[in-house]
């Protein structure tokens, strides 16, 4: 979990960005497993939805 805090901040996604990100964005620039990526997806898309 915390390697994936460093490389967020290492790519500068912030509240903004990190509502804008999906799979393909984690996969690609952030070297970022299937699995990690869905659940990181899926809770930004509950977070998307509570708003």
């Known amino acids: 979990c915390s ?3 460093d490389e967020f901040r290492s790519q500068e996604i912030d509240g903004q960005a990190l509502m804008l990100l999906k ?3 984690l ?3 952030m070297n970022m497993k ?3 990526a869905l659940k ?3 809770r930004i898309n509950s977070l998307k939805q509570d708003s």
């Open 3 to 5: 390697d994936f805090a």
């Open 23 to 25: 799979e393909d964005h």
């Open 27 to 29: 996969m690609s620039a």
């Open 34 to 36: 299937l699995g990690p």
């Open 40 to 42: 990181i997806c899926a």
